[in-house]
């Protein structure tokens, strides 16, 4: 089982960009299915982004086109490049890997979009 810690967030103003990290320590990070999730205030907790062990990626509608997730194995990190950004993308930004049975979570890490 894999801990994680995000790092990235911030505060942008609408239009703008930022890159979120997802560091992993453990064993078989590779082999995790990583994603991201978000909760703004008084809202639940909702899927955003999906990387696969393999790289195959998905998207929730309203980020498709803007939201880029990846994986750099080596590093044992995964990303969220996040453009065009809009104050409703603002909320705390989770990542989640999955290998079988197991489940990790980060700590979270603050996105707010507003200008």
């Known amino acids: 089982q894999v801990q994680l810690v995000e790092s990235g967030g911030g505060l942008v103003q609408p239009g703008g960009s930022l890159r979120l990290s997802c560091a992993a320590s453990?064993?078989?990070?590779?082999?995790?299915?990583i994603a991201w999730y978000r909760q703004a205030p008084g809202k639940q907790r909702e899927w955003v982004a999906v990387?696969?062990?393999?790289?195959?990626?998905g998207y929730t509608d309203s980020v498709k086109g803007r939201f880029t997730i990846s994986r750099d194995n080596a590093k044992n990190t995964a990303y969220l490049q996040m453009n065009s950004l809009k104050p409703e993308d603002t909320a705390v930004y989770y990542c989640?890997?999955?290998?079988?049975?197991?489940?990790?979570w980060g700590q979270g890490t603050q996105v707010t979009v507003s200008s």
């Open positions: 989640n890997a999955v290998y079988g049975p197991n489940s990790s």
């Open positions: 453990g064993r078989f990070f590779n082999l995790n299915a």
């Open positions: 990387i696969s062990s393999g790289g195959t990626t």
